[in-house]
């Protein structure tokens, strides 16, 4: 199976798009927003946040291998880069939820179609590295 090297006339040239183009400080957008969501944890916490608020506790045991200190850090991270809210009720002990803000929702839609790419693409993926890895 030979995956194509050029990409297909309705494909757009990453390199041309407005998200590869460097701002003042030399930086891309995409590097910027990759820093903070291309880490497995930062997407899973998106995902398990996009249908509702959910405490602390709830968010740790719905990621499979997270520790507490890694999701303290993902957390604040993702809240300071403006895409989670955190909420403190004060109860006894208080109780601390988290949720998606506007902009936390709306990066569902990248996620998503990154998400059906690789669904689809998968498997080519797999025998690609079989062929590979039975010629090296």
């Not at 927003?33 to 497995?40: E, I, W, Y």
């Not at 608020?53 to 719905?62: D, E, G, I, Y």
């Not at 689809?120 to 090296?136: I, K, W």
Request: hydrophobic fraction near 40%; glycine fraction near 6%; charge should be neutral.
């Amino acid at each position: 199976m030979n995956a194509p090297t050029r990409p297909a006339s309705a494909v757009p040239l990453l390199h041309t798009t407005p998200g590869f183009e460097a701002d003042g400080r030399n930086l891309c957008p995409i590097r910027e927003v990759l820093d903070r969501v291309g880490d497995t944890w930062s997407i899973l916490v998106i995902i398990n946040l996009q249908e509702q608020p959910v405490r602390f506790n709830a968010l740790k045991r719905s990621i499979e291998g997270i520790s507490q200190r890694m999701l303290t850090v993902t957390l604040r991270s993702l809240e300071r880069d403006g895409l989670v809210t955190r909420t403190v009720r004060p109860t006894t002990p208080p109780e601390v939820e988290y949720g998606l803000t506007e902009l936390g929702q709306s990066i569902a839609i990248p996620i998503a179609a990154l998400g059906s790419w690789a669904a689809s693409n998968r498997d080519h993926m797999r025998q690609a590295r079989e062929t590979f890895d039975l010629g090296a």
